[in-house]
């Protein structure tokens, strides 16, 4: 037991030190390693099956030559007579050699009555013939083993022996014994065949496999070389495809395409960085001036109020943008709940109109709301009240703030399909086409509107709370003025996606 633990102790040691080896740890050799396991197992239960049935079949063809030839002696024995059997035994004997086949007749109560010639092999018990036989009509097979008379010196191996016993009428025994050296030497044959065939396949089957799955890795290396090399600025790398469109090469892919979007994202990441540093330096650069001016100026309580008031101002501004920023932020990465409601969007619009009154009338713009649908209908969507009155918003100001002293803003609801749609309209300085492409993107203003106050945000806020609604936002616009449309699924449509 103690061995046993102690040589188990032993294997585990070299496994381990042999599993530190790089080599022993590669996939290929790991790979092979089971296959080759996997391999010879089932190699040695065919070879298993395929040699008990060999060992059977020889067994009952030797079998079926014994019985043949016991009920043919048997046969002699009643018909001619004990003479007639021991000269039978003889000549039979002899044909087939004495060291070969033994014949033998037995009384009922185990005296020999005939014999061949039996004077080479020691006497065994297994010859006598057992008690219970002369009761059974059926001839019983034994397995045994002689061994040769020789002197002390000779070693003797002895031989195996096929030997069938059975009872004939007259209550004797018939015992015939056969070598079985010829079954023996085929059986060692076909082990010694298959060995062979074993380490030639292992051999063969070690080297290819093992070559096969170090080129089946050859690409999964290429995309661990390409992981490996890509460095802070060198995104633009990609793992070189293969002309085998094989799943190595859709990994390659996929990889590829990854890195495509790590690279857009990083690229836009880098974008909207340069922009929130760059509109941060304008506001805070302008409150510095005034901070530097005044404290440059006259010690006037008046003018540090006015300054005080400046900064105020400007604070503020950056308060709203960097919290306009945090929203588009949230909203775009799904991190805000939105708190869904059934709203009528033709109050929405109803309430910011009258928000907005104040200031289309400072500019002497009219603004209208119009519905395509019959006044009572209503346009119910399933949406966050105060996001969508932001969104609402942003479109009114932005309207009112780009239209000139005199012009028009109407607001439109209707349906389209399973959408419900909002469109401001504006008879004012319209966008221009290059304008158009960008003005959803973070920070962008049209040159032509830098004179107005704005940070740029407004419409990439409405977008962010109009998809997280799953609806759309589109402009066209012209000379004449800007349509903004929003579409927004209507509240059963809604109620059906979800
Ligand atoms: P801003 O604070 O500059 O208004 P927005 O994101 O709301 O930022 O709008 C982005 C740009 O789109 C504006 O700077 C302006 O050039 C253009 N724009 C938006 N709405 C209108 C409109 N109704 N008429 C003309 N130009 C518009």
Redesign the pocket.
Same mark, same amino acid.
């Given at each position: 037991m103690e061995i046993t633990q102690q040589i188990y102790n032993r294997l585990k040691t070299w496994l381990h030190i042999l599993l530190r080896v790089p080599f022993f740890r590669t996939t290929p050799f790991r790979l092979t390693f089971m296959y080759l396991g996997v391999f010879s197992s089932i190699s040695a239960i065919v070879f298993g099956v395929v040699y008990i049935s060999l060992v059977l079949h020889l067994q009952n063809l030797k079998d079926t030559v014994l019985l043949n030839s016991a009920q043919e002696y048997a046969a002699i024995y009643k018909q001619n007579g004990l003479l007639m059997l021991k000269n039978g035994f003889q000549r039979e004997a002899t044909s087939q050699g004495t060291d070969r086949a033994f014949f033998q007749l037995f009384s009922a109560n185990g005296n020999t009555l005939a014999s061949s010639d039996m004077s080479q092999w020691q006497s065994s018990d297994e010859l006598t013939p057992d008690k219970s036989l002369s009761e059974s009509n059926q001839p019983i097979f034994h397995l045994i083993r002689l061994h040769k008379k020789t002197s002390e010196n000779e070693h003797n191996h002895g031989s195996n022996f096929r030997l069938i016993s059975m009872t004939i009428d007259s209550g004797d025994v018939i015992q015939i014994g056969q070598s079985i050296e010829l079954e023996e030497s085929t059986l060692n044959e076909y082990q010694e065949i298959f060995s062979i065939a074993l380490v030639i396949m292992v051999a063969c089957g070690g080297f290819f496999g093992f070559f096969l799955a170090r080129k089946a890795m050859m690409g999964v290396k290429r995309v661990t070389d390409t992981a490996t090399s890509i460095g802070r600025n060198d995104l633009g790398i990609r793992v070189p495809l293969s002309d085998q469109g094989n799943d190595i090469n859709e990994l390659a892919q996929a990889f590829n395409g990854m890195l495509e979007r790590i690279e857009i994202l990083l690229g836009e990441f880098q974008q909207v960085t340069d922009n929130v540093a760059h509109e941060l330096r304008t506001p805070i650069t302008r409150i510095r001036g005034i901070a530097e001016t005044t404290l440059k100026g006259n010690d006037d309580l008046g003018e540090y109020k006015e300054m005080a008031a400046s900064i105020i101002d400007g604070c503020d501004d950056l308060i709203e943008m960097i919290s306009t920023m945090l929203e588009i932020a949230k909203t775009d990465s799904g991190s805000v709940e939105l708190q869904l409601v059934p709203l009528d969007l033709n109050d929405l619009i109803e309430e910011a109109v009258d928000l907005f009154a104040p200031m289309a009338e400072d500019k002497g713009i009219t603004i209208q709301f119009k519905t395509s649908l019959s006044p009572m209908h209503q346009v119910m969507v399933n949406g966050d009240r105060r996001r969508l009155q932001r969104v609402i918003s942003?479109l009114l100001?932005?309207?009112i703030?780009?239209?000139p002293y005199g012009g028009m803003v109407t607001l439109t609801t209707g349906m389209n399909g399973q959408y419900a749609a909002v469109m401001?309209t504006?008879t004012?300085?319209?966008?221009d086409h290059h304008?158009i492409p960008h003005?959803?993107e973070r920070f962008?203003?049209?040159d032509? !509107?830098r004179s107005?106050a704005?940070?740029?945000?407004?419409? !990439?806020l409405?977008e962010s709370i109009v998809n997280a609604h799953h609806g759309r936002i589109s402009v066209e !616009?012209s000379a004449q003025? !800007?349509i903004?449309t929003l579409s927004l699924p209507l509240k059963h449509a809604s109620q059906l996606n979800s």
């Open positions: 942003n100001d932005n309207a703030k780009y239209t401001v504006d004012g300085t319209g966008i304008d003005i959803f962008y203003r049209a032509k !509107s107005t704005g940070s740029g945000l407004g419409l !990439s409405a !616009s003025g !800007s903004f």
